[in-house]
């Protein structure tokens, strides 16, 4: 199974509500990413685990709140989002991080999010 | 970060080679090149990496000047599901968990 999944596909939520995005590989992986990408643009990392341990946090506001479960799955717990937060979120998942020569990252299909 | 510039847009005939180029003129000797690229409505896929030899696998070729300043995709014959927007991305050994896109070359391919 060489699949990183995400979901919902698709999710419109108030700028009060509380969601979660889910995001799932059965690699075996032990590195897993959240990405954003507006309209138009390139992805921007957003957070990076390693063995369940949030490695980096690129300065993301705390209405964005990552959690790694286990090795397998990974979250993005949302609240207070605002309308310009409305972007693909894409999930990614790789062998490992520093010190790994190849790290090639394998993507999910990403979350489409519209907040209102 | 060491930075990379790439053309914004690329045309392609079906079935004619391709070459996309970027340049990367403060790389680092211990930073790989790595090209990723992203179809319509998908998340981004790996294609090739390489330090400084050429590199070939079964969807493209990479092809590493001799000072490591600039390189190159080649996809050998491209097909429409090629086109995408693609990607050339510094990575440091030791920060492998750090993809930091670039605005990309968004290439079109005519049938």
């Known amino acids: 199974d060489t699949e990183v999944t995400q979901t919902p596909k698709h999710l419109v939520m108030g700028m009060t509500n509380k969601k979660s995005l889910k995001c799932e590989q059965h690699?075996?992986?032990?590195?897993m990413y959240w990405y954003k990408q507006k309209a138009k643009k390139p992805p921007e990392l957003m957070f990076v685990?390693?063995?369940?341990?949030?490695?980096i946090n690129e300065s993301v506001p705390s209405r964005f709140s990552p959690e790694c479960p286990n090795s397998s799955l990974l979250n993005l717990h949302l609240h207070a989002l605002q309308p310009e937060d409305s972007a693909l979120y894409l999930c990614?998942?790789?062998?490992?991080?520093?010190?790994?020569?190849?790290?090639?990252?394998?993507f999910g299909p990403g979350t489409r999010l519209t907040v209102l | 970060d060491a930075k990379t510039t790439q053309p914004n847009s690329m045309e392609s005939n079906e079935e004619e080679p391709v070459h996309l180029p970027c340049n990367h003129s403060t790389i680092s000797g211990t930073d790989y090149i790595h090209w990723y690229r992203q179809l319509p409505s998908q998340g981004p896929e790996y294609v090739i990496h390489?330090?400084?030899s050429n590199v070939n696998n079964r969807m493209a070729s990479l092809a590493i000047a001799e000072d490591r300043k600039s390189s190159t995709l080649i996809l050998h014959r491209a097909t429409l599901r090629d086109a995408a927007v693609y990607y050339c991305?510094?990575?440091?050994?030791?920060?492998?968990?750090?993809?930091?896109f670039g605005q990309g070359t968004e290439l079109s391919v005519k049938p």
């Open positions: 390489g330090l400084t």
């Open positions: 685990y390693s063995y369940e341990k949030l490695s």
């Open positions: 690699m075996g992986h032990r590195a």
């Open positions: 991305i510094l990575i440091r050994y030791n920060q492998g968990g750090k993809l930091i």
């Open positions: 990614a998942s790789s062998p490992g991080l520093a010190g790994r020569v190849y790290n090639e990252q394998f």
